[in-house]
């Protein structure tokens, strides 16, 4: 019987004795009778028809990313713009004397966006893409502990003690990362309140010795899209770097803030219009309006990137300065950053945002209105929504319930518990990207009514559902 026998024998069987031809109907085909492959490449080809329906049938089970509502990461461009990254596909970003255009496009953003973030043109700022935030992060961090080393070094500090980077326990995790890969010690500012999740800068100075290699303020926090008061911060080293045997510079990781702010409040100050500001990342691939991945990070000036980063590599008979942890890339990110900057230039940046905004408010408030939940964030900064169950709801279920019970409509809305101190708070957060029309999130608003109704008539009997948090809170 065919059932006794292995599907690799089944395999062998059904492409020795029946050949696909152009007329094969994909599902009348051998291929769509047996399993792909798992563990061991095939041994037969595939027509193309048929592996193309096999393989892209299995993303279906991924979900719709335009039914993703937890993550930042763009999920929808203009088809002009898909264009762009199909024709570029092909060129690799590090070959920058083979793709010298990919190279001068990479500078026409790196420019751009330091003008966006207020580079004072007295001095020489540097820039490069990055692979996404985390990259970027990486890479503006490796530049402070390179610079405290040569200052700690002749200054005869102690080598053997590790040095500390300083961040609010609303950091990402990407900053984990870095302290672990690099040896570092990860001074964690714990979130004093509950309705301002901000890094407290008082705590942070506090926190810095000469062993500090820097403070990484978050402009859109992960967990509910506020802003880390950079002012106060700046104020205060400013004071603090007067007396200080090594001064303490800022990084800003403004991962999600960095190409929204400027656009939709460009009077706020954060960006390199703030002295003790040294580096900035961004993910281009958040409100940088670009399908994942890629990120840029700038240094004000030179000097804050030690030159033991930077390799050389050709380009048109001389060399390009690099900074980068990845080598080989597409060069189709970058030029789909240049494209999005072209098409919309500021306006049409700020159109963008401001829609994606009003929707993040709308939502919001039909959320608050339901009168179960404590709003944590109602879209007013970034526009991310985040609430937690009230007290007052009394409810049999949890948040956790209602984040499987959206899953039946498709929406993927996650539920976590906050960072240190508040871990006892669960919040569900919804991330408003700009391919969110208010339509869409009256349809939202409709289904999660529907799913509280349903949750309501359910008797539990079953244990409450866990509390560690599914999916990624990025
Ligand atoms: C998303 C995010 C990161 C990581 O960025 P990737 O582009 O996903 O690598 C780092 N920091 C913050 C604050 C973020 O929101």
């Known amino acids: 019987m065919l059932h006794a026998k292995s599907h690799h024998q089944r395999d062998e069987e059904k492409f020795v004795f029946k050949a696909d031809t ?11 009778d047996v399993l792909l492959p798992r563990e061991r490449i095939g041994q037969k080809m595939m027509d193309p028809r048929i592996a193309y329906q ?10 719709n990313p335009r039914y993703n509502l937890c993550t930042f990461v763009q999920t929808y461009m203009e088809e002009e713009a898909q264009k762009i990254m199909r024709d570029s596909m092909a060129t690799n970003a590090i070959d920058k004397s083979e793709y010298p255009q990919t190279t001068e496009i990479e500078k026409r953003c790196v420019n751009i966006i330091a003008n966006l973030w207020n580079v004072n043109h007295e001095e020489d700022f540097m820039g490069t893409s990055t692979v996404g935030s985390s990259e970027a ?44 890969y690099w040896d570092i010690e990860l001074r964690e500012v714990p979130m004093s309140d509950l309705n301002n999740l901000t890094l407290d800068p008082h705590k942070a100075i506090a ?25 106060t911060l700046d104020r205060l080293l400013s004071a603090y770097n007067q007396s200080a045997k090594i001064s303490v510079p800022i990084h800003v990781d403004a991962a999600s803030g960095g190409l929204y702010l400027p656009f939709m409040n460009p009077d706020l100050k954060w960006d390199f219009r703030l002295k003790n500001v040294v580096s900035i990342s961004t993910s281009g691939h958040k409100y940088g309006l670009i399908y994942p991945g890629i990120g840029w990070v700038m240094w004000r000036d030179k000097e804050f990137l030690p030159e033991e980063l930077i390799f050389k590599v ?34 049409g940046y700020k159109a963008v945002h401001a829609k994606t905004r009003d929707v993040g408010l709308f939502l919001a408030r039909g959320i608050k209105s339901l009168g179960l939940f404590e709003m944590i964030n109602e879209g007013e900064n970034i526009p991310i929504v985040c609430w937690s169950m009230s007290a007052r709801a009394d409810k049999k279920w949890d948040l956790y319930d209602l984040a499987d019970r959206l899953r039946f409509n498709g929406w993927q809305v996650p539920a976590y518990p906050l960072p240190a101190k508040f871990q006892n708070v669960s919040v569900m957060r919804i991330v408003v990207r700009a391919d969110q029309s208010m339509e869409q999130m009256s349809l939202f608003l409709k289904d999660l009514k529907h799913a509280i109704k349903e949750l309501d008539n359910i008797q539990f009997e079953r244990p409450k559902s866990q509390t560690t948090p599914v999916g990624y809170t990025h």
């Open 22 to 32: 152009s007329s094969t109907p994909i599902f009348g085909s051998a291929e769509s």
């Open 54 to 63: 096999l393989v892209s049938d299995e993303m279906m089970h991924d979900g």
């Open 137 to 180: 992060c990486m890479l503006g961090g490796m530049a402070m502990k390179f610079r405290w080393r040569k200052r700690a070094q002749s200054l005869g500090l102690d080598m053997g003690k590790k040095p500390n980077l300083i961040v609010s326990s609303g950091y990402q995790v990407v900053w984990e990362k870095f302290c672990v």
């Open 207 to 231: 926190l810095c010795d000469a062993y500090t290699i820097g403070i990484v303020p978050i402009m859109g926090i992960t967990y509910t899209g506020g802003f880390d008061d950079i002012v």
């Open 314 to 347: 050709a380009y048109l008979g001389d060399f390009e300065p690099t900074f980068q942890i990845n080598f080989s890339r597409s060069g189709s990110q970058i030029w789909a950053q240049y494209y999005c900057f072209v098409r919309w230039g500021f306006e």
